[in-house]
Nanobody, 128 residues
Framework: QVQLVESGGGSVLAGGSLRLSCDFS????????VSWFRQGPGKEREGVAG????????NYADSVRGRFTISQENGKNTLYLQMNSLKPEDTAMYYC?????????????????????WGQGTQVTVSS
């Protein structure tokens, strides 16, 4: 059974940093796609960053490029989202999600409907 567990959320002031973690298990394919999504109050779920596990390619939404970094810890089923220079508009519930590798390779890393498994989310609140 595939499981994803997010952690690391919290409350910070604008300009601060947080690092989110996504621990995943039960994934039988060596190559797959893991993305971070977020959903703010009254907003649609938005793809933030995508990572091709087993391939290493990364993608970012324009709204976070240059501020957020997605990475995988070597040899472990843990993905990180390092978030720097946080803004109040980054306030949201952040989720990690898993899909088959083709989702990343076809550029669909930000399409929530393409993902099969989701974590429970971790809240990020940025105040000005």
């Amino acid at each position: 059974q595939v499981q994803l567990v997010e952690s690391g959320g919290g409350s910070v002031l604008a300009g601060g940093s947080l690092r989110l973690s996504c621990d995943f298990s039960g994934i039988t394919y060596s190559r797959n796609c893991v993305s971070w999504f977020r959903q703010g109050p009254g907003k649609e779920r938005e793809g933030v960053a995508g990572y091709a596990v087993g391939g290493g390619s990364v993608n970012y939404a324009d709204s976070v490029r240059g501020r957020f970094t997605i990475s995988q810890e070597n040899g472990k089923n843990t993905l990180y989202l390092q978030m720097n220079s946080l803004k109040p508009e980054d306030t949201a519930m952040y989720y990690c999600a898993n899909a088959r590798s083709w989702v990343c390779s076809t550029g669909n890393w930000a399409q929530a409907k393409s993902f099969d498994y989701w974590g429970q989310g971790t809240q990020v609140t940025v105040s000005s």
